[in-house]
T-cell receptor, first 111, second 114 residues
Framework: SQQGEEDPQALSIQEGENATMNCSYK?????LQWYRQNSGRGLVHLIL?????REKHSGRLRVTLDTSKKSSSLLITASRAADTASYFC???????????FGEGTQLTVNP | DVKVTQSSRYLVKRTGEKVFLECVQD?????MFWYRQDPGLGLRLIYF???????EKGDIPEGYSVSREKKERFSLILESASTNQTSMYLC?????????????FGSGTRLTVV
């Protein structure tokens, strides 16, 4: 079953704008991760946030985690056309070493 | 950089054929995974492995089997390919101590069964 659910399913913005994607999940987690997938390719790991962390930064990426609401957000600042891709959240549950992925947000950044 | 290599980017097979999808990683990772990705269904876990000769069923193992005879190689086998197994197949690996690591994915194999 899909643990994470991303919102929105699709997002279209102009270059230079910020993009925010949200993820909700259902059960307890050890960590939450965000991945990017360019069309027809494999996923690339972007950032991992542990359950005891509230915010994490990596370059133009900012991730927040609210375990009380079982939700996370990914913010991409100053977006570029090259950021056009699908973005997935994935949760690492407490029961074992496997990730459960959401269905992704398709981000389009228009030049 | 860790590399996960999937043997084929595109594959076309006939219904009823036995199909082998190969995945090799070069960083001595203990954990390896096979997912399939379909529009509207996201990524679904087929099988995973914690170590050589170890395997665990994921969410959708029916119609598939796996083999892990060496640590670096994890093979997915479609015993008798069917058209509903047309999909993108993604292999991934991760070291032990998983709480601190993400997956490294291969580039994917797009399988079409005709």
């Amino acid at each position: 079953s899909q643990q994470g659910e991303e919102d929105p399913q699709a997002l279209s913005i102009q270059e230079g704008e910020n993009a925010t994607m949200n993820c909700s999940y259902k059960t307890s987690i050890n960590n939450l991760q965000w991945y990017r997938q360019n069309s027809g390719r494999g996923l690339v790991h972007l950032i991992l946030i542990r359950s005891n962390e509230r915010e994490k930064h990596s370059g133009r990426l900012r991730v927040t985690l609210d375990t009380s609401k079982k939700s996370s957000s990914l913010l991409i600042t100053a977006s570029r056309a090259a950021d056009t891709a699908s973005y997935f959240c994935a949760t690492d549950g407490t029961s074992g070493s496997r990730l459960t992925f959401g269905e992704g947000t398709q981000l389009t950044v228009n030049p | 950089d860790v590399k996960v290599t999937q043997s084929s980017r595109y594959l076309v097979k006939r219904t009823g054929e036995k199909v082998f999808l190969e995945c090799v990683q070069d960083m001595d990772h203990e954990n390896m995974f096979w997912y399939r990705q379909d529009p509207g269904l996201g990524l679904r876990l087929i099988y995973f492995s914690y170590d050589v000769k170890m395997k665990e069923k994921g969410d959708i193992p029916e119609g598939y089997s796996v083999s892990r005879e060496k640590k670096e190689r994890f093979s997915l086998i479609l015993e008798s390919a069917s058209t509903n197994q047309t999909s993108m197949y993604l292999c991934a690996s991760r070291p032990q101590g998983y709480l601190n690591y993400g997956y490294t994915f291969g580039s994917g194999t797009r399988l079409t069964v005709v």
